[in-house]
């Protein structure tokens, strides 16, 4: 059975940095890309970055690009990622997911974890 599961939110001020984990098992994730989501409260559930995850190649949404960065473990098969100088616009709930190379749906997913940035 396939689990992501996202750790590490929580409140903080703007102008910090908070790191978000996503822990993987059920299956080898080689040939996947793995993403990160976010949805804040009235709004629809948008892209943040995602990673190969053989290759390690990466890509962000430009309201994250220079201050968020993605990045993945093997050995402890792990997605991580990396939030700098946050702003109260990035308070959202942070979704861990994943899907194969070769589509283009997410098919996996985590519970999420909340993250609340204030003023």
């Known amino acids: 059975q396939v689990q992501l599961v996202e750790s590490g939110g929580g409140l903080v001020q703007a102008g910090v940095s908070l790191r978000l984990s996503c822990a993987l098992s059920?299956?080898?994730?080689?040939?996947?890309?793995m993403g990160w989501f976010r949805q804040a409260p009235g709004k629809e559930r948008e892209f943040v970055a995602a990673?190969?995850?053989?290759?390690?190649?990466?890509n962000y949404a430009d309201s994250v690009k220079g201050r968020f960065t993605i990045s993945r473990d093997n050995a402890k098969n792990t997605v991580y990622l990396q939030m700098n100088s946050l702003k109260p616009e990035d308070t959202a709930v942070y979704y861990c997911?994943?899907?194969?190379?070769?589509?283009?749906?997410?098919?996996?997913w985590g519970q999420g974890t909340q993250v609340t940035v204030s003023s």
């Open positions: 997911a994943a899907r194969h190379v070769i589509t283009t749906r997410y098919d996996y």
């Open positions: 059920g299956r080898t994730f080689s040939s996947y890309f």
């Open positions: 990673i190969r995850w053989s290759g390690g190649s990466t």
